[in-house]
Structures are given as structure tokens and as C-alpha cells.
């Protein structure tokens, strides 16, 4: 079974310039989620998808970050414009159902540097 | 405070040693994962539990629910259980992270 791909595995970009993530959950998945994990601390929730709907983004700056999930399979996590305290991995992760009932499976995650 | 605490933030055994990371919450769940992350990779889950206990191979975890309180136990640990440990409980549809545990374990 495939995991879940996440592309690309880093970017380095100025501050002010836009970035875009991309996620392919596994086949099936119905729940994605987009996490932001700065260095030396857990991960925190962005934006959390329910098939091609938005069940959570109250931690989503939207000022600046946008995500979307067409057709309920892949998405892409947008950042414009960047600031330096986006540095940080973006990871992606997906699960059958919800984190009440389901597993998590996460990707590798995208390392954001922004300078 | 944070909804999720874990500890101790790091630690360091030798390897074959009896490891016990905590885990302690202060809302009302409806499952707590335990994930494993190394270093410059993804995140993995190891267990999903709502009560009681589960094993897999070397790994242990329990909950209580009444005290709000998990363990992870790993026996006769290896250096490839280098990784940092988190925490993480589902309250609704959420879920928060605890901050991790760095694990080291020497040969």
C-alpha cells in the first residue's frame, strides 16, 4: 500500500515569496489533515479536510495560508507571502475516518526555510 | 498549561534498559495515539488506545482514563528506538500534540 507522498521534501525560499505544498493521501483516505511542526515542538493543526470539505481551519492563518482539497483526494497547502516564522515542516496526514476511530499515517513532510 | 504534557522532555538510557514515557491530559478524549518520529523523517503511529492496554512487540502502552494518564514502556531497548516519542489526544475531531519526548538510546 502507498503511504502518503508529499512534495517537495524541501524549499528554501525569501521571505515575502509564496510556496505551495502538495499531499497525496492514501487511496481511500476520507480525512486530510495539514500540520505545521516548528523545531523542538509538537505539531499543531492548520487545516483538517473531511473528503473535499473543511472541518476545521480555525488555526489556519488566513491571512497568509490557504489550502485546498479538490475532488476530495490530493491537496495543496499555499503560503503567501511567506514570513520567516513559517520556517518550519509541513507534514500531511491521513486517515480512514477521523482521529477518533481512525489511524494516522503521516508523510514525510515538507521543510519549509524561509530567509 | 497545555492540554497535552509529556515526560520527561528528554532522555537517555543504555541500551537494554526499561523505558517508561509519560503522558498526561487534561481534556476529555475519545482516543490518545502514541507516534514515533526520527530524525529528519515522518511521523509513525505506534498505537491508537482508548482504554486498557495494548502490546506490539517491545512496545507497551496503557491509559488510564479516570486519571487522565498514558505510559509508553519499551523493553530492552535498542539504539534503533532513538526517536523522539509524542503524545497525542483526540478530543472531537481534534487533535493535539504533546510537545515529545527525545529518546536516546545508547549502545
Known amino acids: 500500500e502507498a503511504g502518503v507522498a508529499q512534495s517537495p521534501r524541501y524549499k528554501i525560499i525569501e521571505k515575502r515569496q509564496s510556496v505551495a505544498f502538495w499531499c497525496n493521501p492514501i487511496s481511500g483516505h476520507a480525512t486530510l489533515y495539514w500540520y505545521q511542526q516548528i523545531l523542538g515542538q509538537g505539531p499543531k493543526l492548520l487545516i483538517q479536510f473531511q473528503n473535499n470539505g473543511v472541518v476545521d481551519d480555525s488555526q489556519l492563518p488566513k491571512d497568509r495560508f490557504s489550502a485546498e482539497r479538490l475532488k476530495g483526494v490530493d491537496s495543496t497547502l499555499k503560503i503567501q507571502p511567506a514570513k520567516l516564522e513559517d520556517s518550519a515542516v509541513y507534514l500531511c496526514?491521513?486517515?480512514?475516518?477521523?482521529?477518533?476511530?481512525?489511524?494516522?499515517?503521516f508523510g514525510e513532510g515538507s521543510r519549509l526555510t524561509v530567509l | 498549561k497545555n492540554e497535552v504534557e509529556q515526560s520527561p522532555q528528554n532522555l537517555t538510557a543504555q541500551e537494554g534498559e526499561f523505558i517508561t514515557i509519560n503522558c498526561s491530559y487534561s481534556v476529555g478524549i475519545s482516543a490518545l495515539h502514541w507516534l514515533q518520529q526520527h530524525p529528519g523523517g515522518g511521523i509513525v503511529s505506534l498505537f491508537m488506545l482508548s482504554s486498557g492496554k495494548k502490546k506490539h512487540g517491545r512496545l507497551i502502552a496503557t491509559i488510564n482514563i479516570q486519571e487522565k494518564h498514558s505510559s509508553l514502556h519499551i523493553t530492552a531497548s535498542h539504539p534503533r528506538d532513538s526517536a523522539v516519542y509524542i503524545c497525542?489526544?483526540?478530543?472531537?475531531?481534534?487533535?493535539?500534540f504533546g510537545e515529545g519526548t527525545q529518546l536516546t538510546v545508547n549502545p
Open positions: 496526514a491521513s486517515s480512514p475516518r477521523d482521529v477518533r476511530t481512525g489511524e494516522l499515517f
Open positions: 497525542a489526544v483526540s478530543s472531537g475531531s481534534r487533535l493535539t
